[in-house]
DNA sequence: GGAGAAGAGTTGACGTGACAACTCTAGGAA
DNA sequence: TTCCTAGAGTTGTCACGTCAACTCTTCTCC
């Protein structure tokens, strides 16, 4: 009965301590930005990407490749958030058929906001809370899981994700 | 226009990796559940939660507290896999109104099989990724996040989480 | 130029998850 | 006994996300 992959009972320990300690900080950020600008961290990442692109067009692809989405799931959320009045699409071809993403008033209005306070709950809850040596040992352990797990991403045909995933 | 919360750009960079890396990693164990035995990380959860509840009654409440899910949440997934044929409700209380919750043969067949697999994905991807001074900063960090959230969790009047999250 | 493949975007179906409203039971207190 | 409140569970609604199927360009090769 002896499994050669079965994990010792600290070692289960560390993978349920760091699970729910992930699980409460991802929470609580998205808490954060739902209590104080009532959006979901799906909006904001949308919002932001607008921002980011200032002048040039934003297409449906480039922001999913970004963001690291389904194209699908990007137009989904700019159905919802056209909806709310964050977002318009815009006819922008030549023929008339290409259609841009861009942020209406109150979408920039909103945007610029929730970067501000975002940056402060980043800083307050996880940058302010790391030690130095832990700090180091996050990045690095970061590091090498994108690069493990990317790579066999690619191989195993999964959605490649060219080396993107942008500021959420 | 210097905002006291603002982030450094390597500050912001460790944010986005770490948020970039901790999704991999979880999309894979993910993924490999999926792709092994067709069921996904909430429905692994539920299984696992009925498998080591060996004699006693498992209820849905109890469920829900064990899990740190919303109990309504713990009904909609019993639904859906009683449907699949993985869990029973069985009638239980003495005038005929409790509910307990079973696993099926095919439920306990699965999930058994499941647990193995999982605890040698998380061996593969996670402990043995961990450079031991990594592994002693992760412990730690996990456990200053955890109470830190949690303890405002309370104050804050979000869903308590006595003491629980089990293995998933 | 015309057929067809590749690329971009949308849509529908469905599982997932949060929140609020609801039903039903049990346990007290008047 | 009657009321009524707390607890357990379910249900509806809606936002979220994935997958597959679809439309409509646009590019390319003949």
Not at 25 to 46: C, H, N, P
Not at 89 to 109: H, K, N, Q, V, Y
Request: hydrophobic residues 40%; without cysteine.
């Amino acid at each position: 009965m002896v499994e050669p992959d079965a994990l010792k009972p600290e070692e289960w320990d560390l993978w349920d301590r760091w699970m729910h300690a992930q699980r409460l900080l991802l929470q609580e950020i998205d808490r954060r930005l739902q209590a104080e600008f009532g959006i979901s961290k799906a909006e904001f990442s949308v919002l932001v990407t607008l921002l980011r692109a200032p002048g040039r067009e934003v297409r449906v692809v480039d922001m999913a490749d970004s963001l690291g989405w389904e194209k699908s799931r990007v137009s989904h959320q700019l159905t919802r958030m056209e909806r709310r009045g964050f977002v318009v699409r815009t006819e922008s071809g030549a023929s008339g058929r290409r259609t841009g993403i861009g942020l209406t008033p109150d979408g920039r209005r909103l945007a610029e906001r929730a970067v501000v306070a975002h940056a402060g709950n980043v800083r307050r809850y996880f940058i302010d809370q790391l030690a130095p040596e832990q700090a180091a040992a996050v990045s690095a352990w970061s590091d090498h899981m994108i690069e493990r797990l990317e790579q066999q991403g690619e191989r195993g045909s999964v959605g490649a994700t060219g080396g993107s995933a942008s500021r959420t």
